[in-house]
């Protein structure tokens, strides 16, 4: 048994079993991201993981989780008590947050063992991970290229075999972005349904935290523990949440799975498009009927993104003035001076352009801001006449595979651009994940996404765990062979 | 040239909620800096607000009192801007939906028009010192606020007062705040331009801030009133600008110019949904209103028959109004409830830097004595004294009377008896009075009240002497 | 409202930003192209961006919970006195 090409229920249910201890298996996980060389991680807690692998083992008996003793990984704009959180920016190297988020303590109440925090994109600003202060985490599939982002290294902690599923967040789609190139899968959940407490914000109106994971039933173990209402989250709502794994299937028989033409279109990578559209054929055969849908992807769902997301950006950043947290600065003769001199020392080029542009977008509120909620109220409406039609929406999660390191900088427009698949579902606050349907000819990953109604996560998972029965791609390790 | 003075207020009032706008920290006052703070109000990364129940009921409930009209689906905004007590970088306030809208005051004949009503969150404290730095507190940071915004209706500084009383009156009645100016749970700030009386348009105003007592609110318009006069006659333009009261040195200086509301960036708050305030919730707050000090006036005119000046000192706290009602109630005679109210009952308060809600005196002890009185058992000034005796611990009124002995003489026998000694010890004063002497029979009074301690009635021994000496 | 440099040093100074000489020239550039995105928003219909609302019985009760120890709230701060967070001298 290979236990890091294992599932994180095939492990957890291995420990349960006796067959490996929690001690083991969280050492192995700690000297493989030592060694791995893939930058995945910014902090390694292998002092306190082992403490508490240790302690876990010595209550086995009380395990009530499928996720029990599963090393996994947190993204480092989740807030870790007594452990530094840095949102890969340097504004944030000195502080070590004093409260653990929502999420944190969830999964560590469902036995769960942190073995570290993973490299992001600064503050969660980009889709490659090359904004990070601490520099790119590398793609497990080729390590010339980036791991998408802004969830970068908890992608590549988890394809790389560090730990067994980590979290991410997802604002325009870095969970699913990151999971499509790095042939994971990962779920964005629909909005208001994971506590943001203790998220480091970016957009708050569009941030939500997911599991990447090697398959459709991890994320269904990880959304059980971390979806539900939070006192301490205005923005959490009530539902019936939990029960998402034990309410797998692998049938897809009377599920309308909707196609939306219109995202097949120019622009889309033809081997992307192949594997995409291949899924539909599975499904299919599983007993799914296959509607093609005139979803139209209008040109400015972008734009609104973009100038929701800096707007939020711009206004949840100006907290980082350097008094009660963050940089030190000396020599400035008024608050105002040290404020931007840390703020000009603290952020990295991409925080500052998004800032700036959030404010010019709020200044303008009526021409832009305005505009864009009415965007977005728009695409709603959009995806409640397609649900109208079907169950789940089936499209490209990415454009393309992914880039070399350095390439996604060279047109900052091209860049995101590769956010169009990702952005509609954030904007409506839907549920939708990314999984592995296939390899391009280099053997880099391919990202299918599916879409579901608000709350329809157990939906969109039977659907990826019904195609996942039938295929193999996410049973595929970088570094060898089907598993 | 004849100038008129337009002013306009935004006043601030800090709600006595017993945790802040957006965190679950205590409120209160005087503690050493930063310990009434948490990551959420010292803006932590990661944290998020919450909504206190509490101080939404109790903006509402003044929104409702003023006579607004209650925003069916209010709206959290921020306000952005930098600023060292401010820890979030913008302050969650009220902008698009505010809570209250187009409600007034009428201030004993004239009609102030309020704007709106909105909720907000209070900013820390900065403490400057001398060793070049200042020292910030957020203690004070999240305290919720309500901003109430008046149209340019007054035109005197009397009006301002006048109006700010009555705001504190009403708030302090529903129980939504302590409004005290030296603590700073009320603050305001004065919105004042001059024009030329008669001229239908405004000239450029100046906000003035940090006005600390109704006196300063006064000096302050008397003073940006003729300054502002004196540089449009002098051919000068008003500058559009914030400019703090200084005090001591009793001038307003200028502290920068006004930022336009586009500076300030305001969105809704993405952390809070909006808060739909449902026909049914905002009935039972109506429900639940008390009585305002106007009306009660216009009943303790009507019910207990008590003038103007005296219904209006009663009814400008709800405590003590209160406490008159239940001395009525307890069958004391209105008047002279109102007397012991606005006579022993205040003074003791004020020697003891009490105010009426720490009355420590009940109703039922003060309705004795004032019955022991009207039945001429006590007299006033014993009774007075007896007051004094009781006040800080409710003791027992007769309890203590018995234990002192001080019950008046009320035994016409005695009385007399003693009358007769004193004329018969005091002949001189005697024949003074038959002389004409009205003087010599005060002397007389006092030598009978002192034979007999005191306890007897004044008025009566007042009464015996003279037919002894008539 | 095109973009002129005059707008970036507002920008930056709404945003408390100092910038170098360099940035701002690239900032410039990097707005004029992203405004120019926005322009797509511009023959759109306004909205509110309607959110569920909340009703006020389930907002966070009135009832305090205990504040954070001030020396673990101070050991994150640049500048402090054990008190009092420190910043060099406002005016006024």
Redesign the interface.
């Known amino acids: 048994m290979e236990l890091r090409a294992l599932t994180a229920l095939e492990l957890g249910t291995a420990i349960r079993r006796g067959e490996v201890s929690i001690p083991e298996v969280t050492e192995l996980a700690l000297r493989r991201a030592e060694g791995a060389g893939d930058n995945a991680f910014i902090t390694l807690t292998g002092e306190q993981a082992m403490g508490r692998a240790r302690g876990l083992q010595g209550r086995l008996g009380e395990a009530d989780s499928p996720l029990y003793g599963v090393p996994m990984a947190l993204k480092d704009n989740l807030c870790t008590r007594g452990i530094s959180t840095t949102c890969a920016s340097r504004m944030l190297e000195e502080w070590t947050p004093p409260y653990s988020a929502a999420v944190v303590e969830q999964l560590a109440d469902a036995g769960a063992v942190s073995i570290g925090k993973t490299n992001l994109d600064e503050f969660a600003m980009g889709g490659s991970g090359e904004t990070s202060r601490f520099g790119p985490a590398r793609n497990p599939w080729d390590k010339s290229r980036t791991a998408g982002g802004s969830s970068s290294g908890s992608a590549a902690a988890v394809a790389g075999g560090n730990c067994w599923f980590a979290l991410g967040s997802d604002t325009g789609g870095s969970v699913r972005q990151p999971a499509a190139h790095c042939g994971l899968t990962g779920v964005r959940p629909t909005y208001g349904s994971v506590s943001r407490y203790g998220l480091v914000a970016y957009a708050s109106s569009l941030d939500q935290v997911g599991p990447l994971c090697r398959d459709g039933a991890d994320c269904a173990a990880v959304l059980d523990v971390i979806q539900r209402p939070d006192r301490r989250d205005a923005t959490t709502v009530k539902g019936h949440y939990g029960g998402l794994l034990d309410g797998l299937t692998d049938d897809a028989r009377g599920m309308r799975l909707g196609v939306p033409t219109h995202w097949f279109g120019e622009g889309l990578d033809a081997e992307v498009r192949a594997a995409v559209l291949s899924v539909a054929e599975v499904l299919k055969d599983r007993g799914a009927e296959v509607v093609e849908l005139p979803l139209p992807m209008p040109g400015w769902v972008v734009a609104a993104y973009y100038a929701i997301a800096c707007a939020e950006a711009s206004s949840n950043l100006s907290r980082y003035d350097g008094v009660r947290f963050g940089l030190r600065e000396e020599g400035a003769d008024s608050p105002e001076e040290r404020s931007a001199a840390v703020r000009a020392q603290g952020f990295g080029a991409e925080v500052k352009r998004r800032i700036l542009l959030g404010a010019y977008v709020l200044e303008h509120y009526d021409a832009y801001y305005r505009k864009a909620l009415g965007a977005r109220e728009s695409i709603g409406g959009l995806f409640r006449e397609a649900f109208a039609r079907c169950d789940a929406l089936l499209t490209p999660t990415t454009p393309a595979t992914a880039p070399l390191l350095g390439e996604s900088a060279q047109g900052r427009m091209r860049a995101r651009l590769s956010d169009v698949f990702t952005i509609p579902a954030a904007l409506a606050g839907l549920p939708a994940l990314s999984m592995p349907c296939g390899f391009d000819g280099r053997g880099l990953p391919i990202g299918a996404q599916l879409i579901g109604p608000r709350f329809g996560e157990q939906i969109i998972l039977n659907l990826a765990h019904a195609y996942q029965r039938d295929t193999v791609w996410h049973r595929r390790r970088p570094w060898g062979g089907e598993v | 040239m004849e100038w008129e003075t337009v002013i306009g207020l935004e006043t601030h009032v800090e709600l006595s909620t017993r945790t802040k706008m957006f965190c679950p920290c205590a409120v209160t006052f005087g503690e050493a800096p930063n310990t009434r703070c948490c990551p959420g109000c010292t803006g932590m990364p990661g944290t998020l607000p919450t909504v206190n129940r509490t101080a939404v009921e109790y903006a509402a409930r003044a929104a409702l009192a003023l006579g607004c009209t209650v925003t069916a689906h209010t709206r959290f905004d921020r306000k952005n801007y930098f600023y060292p007590d401010l820890p979030k970088g913008y302050q969650i306030s009220q902008l698009h939906l505010p809570l209250g809208r187009e409600g007034g005051l009428d201030i004993g004949g004239k009609y102030i028009r309020i704007h709106e009503l909105h909720m907000e969150e209070d900013a820390g404290k900065l403490t400057h010192g001398e060793d070049g730095l200042t020292r910030v507190d957020y203690n004070r940071c999240g305290v919720p606020l309500i901003e109430i915004v008046t149209r340019p209706d007054f035109r005197t500084a009397e009006e301002v007062i006048a109006y700010l009383e009555g705001l504190r009156e009403i708030l302090q009645y529903l129980g939504v705040s302590h409004c005290k100016m030296q603590e700073g749970s009320l603050r305001c700030d004065v919105n004042l331009s001059v024009r030329p009386a008669g001229s239908g348009t405004l000239g450029t105003r100046t906000e003035m801030k940090n006005l600390g007592s109704f006196k300063a609110v006064a000096q302050a318009i008397a003073f940006e009133s003729r300054r502002q006069i004196a540089l449009l006659e002098g051919g000068g333009t008003v500058a559009q600008e914030t400019r703090r009261w200084d005090e001591e040195g009793g001038v307003s200086l200028p502290m920068r110019a006004k930022e336009r509301t586009e500076d300030y960036r305001y969105f809704p708050e993405p952390d809070l949904p909006p808060i739909r305030l449902t026909k049914g919730w905002l009935d039972g707050l109506r429900a639940a209103q008390p009585e305002l000090p106007a009306q009660r006036r216009a009943r303790y005119q009507r019910e207990y028959g008590l003038g103007e000046y005296d219904c209006r000192m009663l009814t400008s706290n709800r405590a003590l109004a209160e406490f008159f009602e239940e001395l009525a109630a307890l069958g004391a005679p209105p008047k002279q409830a109102a007397n012991w109210i606005m006579g022993q009952v205040l003074a003791a308060l004020h020697a003891r830097g009490m105010e009426p809600e720490q009355m420590p005196l009940s109703p039922r002890t003060l309705a004795r004595l004032i019955a022991l009185v009207e039945e001429g058992r006590l007299n006033r000034n014993t009774a007075v004294k007896v007051f004094e005796a009781v006040f800080d611990t409710d003791g027992d009124v007769d309890a203590y009377v018995r234990a002192h002995g001080l019950e008046q003489v009320g035994d016409l026998t005695l009385l007399t008896e003693v009358v007769e000694r004193v004329v018969a010890a005091n002949p001189k004063s005697a024949a003074d009075y038959r002389a004409g002497k009205e003087k010599a029979l005060g002397f007389l009074v006092g030598q009978v009240m002192g034979a007999l301690k005191g306890k007897a009635d004044p008025a009566a021994v007042n009464r015996l002497l003279r037919e002894r000496l008539g | 409202?095109g973009i002129t440099p005059e707008?970036?040093e507002r920008?930056?100074r709404?945003?408390?930003?100092?910038?170098t000489e360099r940035?701002r020239e690239?900032?410039a550039a990097?707005?004029v192209?992203?405004?120019d995105?926005?322009?797509?928003?511009?023959a759109?219909?306004?909205?509110?961006?309607?959110?569920?609302?909340?009703?006020?019985?389930g907002?966070?009760?009135?009832?305090?919970?205990p504040?954070?120890d001030?020396e673990?709230?101070?050991?994150?701060?640049?500048?402090h006195?054990g008190?009092?967070?420190?910043?060099?001298?406002?005016?006024?």
């Open positions: 409202m707008t970036v920008l930056a709404l945003s408390c930003l100092s910038l940035e690239n900032m990097d707005l192209e992203l405004v995105c926005m322009k797509a928003l511009a759109l219909d306004s909205g509110d961006g309607a959110a569920t609302p909340a009703a006020p019985e907002l966070r009760e009135d009832r305090p919970i504040s954070m001030r673990e709230l101070l050991a994150c701060a640049p500048a006195d008190e009092s967070y420190l910043v060099p001298r406002t005016v006024g």
